[in-house]
C-alpha cells in the first residue's frame, strides 16, 4: 500500500492554443496540510478541477488510496471522498444549509425526503464544529466565510479524505482565518489530507507541513515547508529573486486634486474628511468591515451619499452616478471582480476597452484592431497570462482576471485612482508588478488611493495613511510614522 492517500502522476492538460500542464505530478500523504503554489496561471486550479472530474486529463493518471480514480464529476469524486471548497464560491442562494449539506444524498424515510432527520443532523454536526449558524439558515443570508464553512462541514459529513481548498482565505476577516485554520487542524487531527492554495505566504508556513510548487504548468519541486524559506519559495515559483517586495515610489508631491468633507453614507460611512494630493499614494487601512469600501463606493456614486462634499481641483463636483465619477476621472477599482469588475463571457479586449469605450472609438465603431493593439499594450504591461487578447475573460485564471480589471480602467486614464484590495488573490510577481504600475502613476502627477487589509502592503506604498473604524477615520499616519501597531490600535478604536 501506497504511503500516499492521493497520487496525481504525469498530469497533462490542454486548452485550445495553450499547455496548461504539462507533466504535472502531486502526492499527498493522509493527515497533512499539502500548500499547492504557484503564480497566477501557473495551473492550480486546473489540476485540482481534473481531480474532481470537473476537467479531464490529457495524459497522466489519478490514485486514490492505491487505486485508480477516474471520477467524471464532482458528485463522483465526492462519494469517493474528495471535496473540494472552490476559489469562485457558488453557493446555492436560494438553498438552507441543511440543503446545501445533503445535496444530492438527501436522507430519506422511505420514499420521502427527511427534512426533519437531515435538520437534526445538520444541527449537530455544526454543534460539534464549534460552528454557530442555524441549520434552517438561508445560504444568501451568510457571510462568505460562513459559506466557506458549511462547505468544510460538507466535506466532513461526507468523510472525505482528501480536502481542496482553493484560496479560502481571500476574501475572510482574520478572525474567520482562525476559526478556518481551527477546522483544518482539525480535520487534519483525523487523518484528512488538505490541498491548500493561497497567495498569502504566511498563511502557508503557518498551516501547510508540504509544498509542491508549479511554473508555467511544469511540476517544479515538493518538499517540507520546514525545509523552505520564504525566498527559497518565491524564487521556486517565479524562477528569479525578489529582493524589493514593496518598491515604493518617490514621486514629487504637489497640489491638492481631490478634496472629500464631512462625507456620510448611512451608519457606514460617518463624517469622513480627507485631502489628497496629486503624486499621493493614499491608503486606507481597517479591518474587514470598517466602511472602507463603501467610503470609496460613496465617493465614486455607486451609493449615494447622505451627506458630504466633494472637491476636485477646488471646485465642488456633483457626483450622483458612476458616470460622472468616470467624467471627473475618478477609477474605482472594486474589490469584487466578479460582480463589479468583469464581464466573464466578454473578450479581454472587450473588458479592456468598455470604461473608455467613447474616448477610444468616438464614431462609436469599435474597430476590433484598434481595440486589440491597446489590448495587448496592457497584457504586455501588466504581465497578463493568456494566449491572445480574443480569449474570454472567464477562461483566464483569477489573478489574470483581476489584472484585465485593471487594465481596464487605466486605459481610461484616470487621475484619481481607487483601488480595493488591489492584491487579493495576485501572486508575488504580480503584486510587485501592481506596486510598480501605482508608482508609475504617481511619478505622472496622479493621485492614488489603496484600500487593503494587509498592513504590511499598505505601509509599503502608501505616503499617508487613513485608518477607518466603525465608518469613521480613527487616525492618521504619516510615512515616517507607520507602525503596525499603531494602526492596529486606531483599527480598533469603537465605540461613542
Ligand atoms: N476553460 C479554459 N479554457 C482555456 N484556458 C483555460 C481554461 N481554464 C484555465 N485556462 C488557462 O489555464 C491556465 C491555468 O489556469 P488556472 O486557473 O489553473 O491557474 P491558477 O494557477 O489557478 O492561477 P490563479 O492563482 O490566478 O488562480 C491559465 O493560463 C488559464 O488562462
Ligand atoms: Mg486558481
Given at each position: 500500500m501506497s504511503e500516499y492517500v492521493l497520487e496525481m502522476r504525469h498530469i497533462a492538460k490542454s486548452f485550445p492554443g495553450v499547455k496548461v500542464l504539462d507533466d504535472v505530478t502531486l502526492q499527498v500523504k493522509p493527515g497533512e496540510v499539502h500548500a499547492l503554489m504557484g503564480e497566477n496561471g501557473a495551473g492550480k486550479s486546473t489540476l485540482m478541477k481534473i481531480l474532481m472530474g470537473i476537467y479531464t486529463a490529457d495524459a497522466g493518471e489519478v490514485m486514490l488510496?492505491?487505486?485508480?480514480?477516474?471520477?467524471?464529476?464532482?458528485?463522483?469524486?465526492?462519494?469517493?471522498?474528495?471535496?473540494?471548497?472552490?476559489?469562485?464560491?457558488?453557493?446555492?442562494?436560494?438553498?438552507?444549509?441543511?440543503?446545501?449539506?445533503?445535496?444530492?444524498?438527501?436522507?430519506?424515510?422511505?420514499?420521502?425526503?427527511?427534512?426533519?432527520?437531515?435538520?437534526?443532523?445538520?444541527?449537530?454536526?455544526?454543534?460539534?464544529?464549534?460552528?454557530n449558524i442555524p441549520a434552517v439558515a438561508y445560504m444568501r443570508d451568510l457571510s462568505v466565510a460562513q459559506c466557506q464553512l458549511i462547505e468544510i462541514v460538507k466535506a466532513i459529513s461526507i468523510s472525505a479524505k482528501v480536502v481542496v481548498m482553493d484560496e479560502p482565505t481571500s476574501a475572510i476577516t482574520e478572525r474567520e482565518v482562525e476559526t478556518l485554520f481551527a477546522q483544518i487542524r482539525r480535520l487534519k487531527s483525523e487523518g484528512v489530507a488538505i490541498i491548500y492554495i493561497s497567495h498569502k505566504m504566511d498563511e502557508i508556513f503557518q498551516i501547510c507541513d508540504t509544498i509542491t510548487v508549479l511554473r508555467d504548468g511544469h511540476f517544479i519541486g515538493t518538499d517540507a515547508a520546514a525545509n523552505m524559506t520564504n525566498e527559497q519559495l518565491i524564487r521556486m515559483m517565479v524562477g528569479r529573486d525578489i529582493t524589493e517586495v514593496f518598491p515604493k515610489a518617490e514621486a514629487e508631491i504637489g497640489d491638492v486634486l481631490l478634496e472629500v468633507k464631512n462625507l456620510s453614507y448611512g451608519r457606514q460611512v460617518k463624517n469622513v474628511s480627507f485631502s489628497l494630493r496629486r503624486g499621493e499614494v493614499l491608503g486606507i487601512a481597517g479591518l474587514v468591515g470598517a466602511g472602507r469600501s463603501e467610503l470609496a463606493e460613496t465617493i465614486f456614486a455607486m451609493r449615494q451619499k447622505s451627506a458630504g462634499e466633494i472637491l476636485i481641483g477646488g471646485k465642488p463636483v456633483e457626483i450622483r452616478h458612476p458616470k460622472d465619477a468616470i467624467q471627473n476621472r475618478i477609477a474605482l477599482i472594486t474589490e469584487d471582480r466578479k460582480i463589479t469588475g468583469l464581464n466573464l463571457s466578454g473578450t479581454v479586449a472587450e473588458n479592456t476597452t468598455l470604461v473608455d469605450l467613447s474616448r477610444q472609438f468616438p464614431k462609436g465603431l469599435i474597430d476590433r484592431q484598434k481595440e486589440n493593439r491597446i489590448t495587448d499594450e496592457y497584457i504586455q504591461k501588466l504581465s497578463i497570462r493568456t494566449p491572445s487578447a480574443q480569449q474570454l475573460a472567464g477562461r483566464l485564471s483569477g489573478g489574470n482576471q483581476q489584472k484585465v480589471v485593471l487594465s481596464k480602467w487605466l486605459l481610461s486614464e484616470p487621475e484619481i485612482i481607487i483601488l480595493d484590495e488591489p492584491t487579493r488573490g495576485i501572486d508575488v510577481g504580480a503584486k510587485r508588478d501592481i506596486y510598480l504600475l501605482i508608482g508609475g502613476l504617481v511619478r505622472q502627477g496622479k493621485a492614488v488611493i489603496v484600500i487593503s487589509s494587509e498592513i504590511p502592503e499598505v505601509m509599503g506604498l502608501s505616503d499617508r495613511i487613513l485608518v477607518m473604524a466603525e465608518g469613521r477615520v480613527t487616525g492618521e499616519l504619516l510615512r515616517p510614522d507607520f507602525s503596525q501597531e499603531q494602526i492596529m490600535t486606531y483599527a480598533a478604536q469603537f465605540g461613542e
Open positions: 488510496n492505491g487505486e485508480h480514480l477516474l471520477a467524471r464529476g464532482p458528485r463522483e469524486a465526492m462519494d469517493k471522498g474528495i471535496a473540494m471548497i472552490h476559489q469562485e464560491l457558488n453557493p446555492i442562494m436560494d438553498m438552507q444549509v441543511y440543503e446545501n449539506i445533503y445535496i444530492g444524498r438527501e436522507l430519506r424515510k422511505g420514499i420521502l425526503v427527511d427534512r426533519k432527520a437531515m435538520i437534526q443532523e445538520t444541527e449537530d454536526l455544526l454543534r460539534e464544529l464549534g460552528i
